[in-house]
């Protein structure tokens, strides 16, 4: 009975991302201007998430392997390398949210990488809203365990520097010579 009911939860919060896909939209994340009525811990946390993946799918939407290369300076991040500390900081979420340590296989290229961080994206924001999350929670940071480690540091650590990220991605590929596409609403959460 319980697996069930859980069942049901998973599949009514899992909709609004496979209407998306429905709806001609490629990828989650691609819209986010739907949200839940409700306020909550859960609920705060998963749209906080839902921010990051926006933010991440339209950073990283139809990058070019030029782009990918493309770096600042000799010794910056290549755009390349940031979605690579994105993808490991996405693992990093998942885990803390799902009580996990799982490591993901090696990724293949630009679109596998861009795939399973928005998967793990999903992995967390299903996590918080199915379950109430504890004060604290045992997480893998860097490769190593962290027991104990407070809620609001996975806030303004993992998921902010993803944030942050984002940005440098927006920037690099403008820099670059191919800006993120126009019409993308940051504060609706869509794509005009």
């Avoid at 990093?92 to 928005?118: C, H, P, W, Y």
């Avoid at 793990?120 to 893998?140: C, D, G, Q, S």
Wanted: net charge negative; aromatic share 10%; hydrophobic share 35%.
């Amino acid at each position: 009975m319980l697996k069930s009911l859980i069942q049901c939860g998973f599949i009514l919060i899992c909709l609004p991302f496979y209407a998306q896909v429905e709806s001609g939209n490629p990828q989650p994340f691609s819209d986010i201007s739907e949200y839940s009525e409700m306020v909550s811990r859960e609920t705060i946390m998963a749209r906080m998430i839902d921010g990051l993946g926006f933010r991440y799918f339209w950073a990283t939407e139809e990058l070019t392997e030029v782009d990918l290369e493309f770096r600042m300076s000799g010794d910056s991040r290549s755009i390349s390398e940031i979605m690579d500390h994105i993808y490991q900081l996405s693992q990093v979420i998942r885990n803390f949210a799902t009580g996990s340590d799982n490591s993901d296989s090696a990724v293949v290229g630009m679109e596998d990488r861009r795939q399973k961080t928005l998967n793990n994206f999903i992995l967390a924001r299903t996590a918080y809203l199915e379950t109430y999350f504890p004060e604290h929670k045992e997480a893998e940071t860097n490769g190593q365990k962290v027991k104990n480690d407070p809620f609001w540091n996975q806030l303004n650590g993992p998921l902010e520097d993803a944030v942050w990220h984002c940005g440098q991605i927006a920037i690099l590929r403008r820099t670059a010579g191919n800006p993120m596409a126009p019409g993308i609403d940051f504060y609706r959460g869509e794509k005009k």
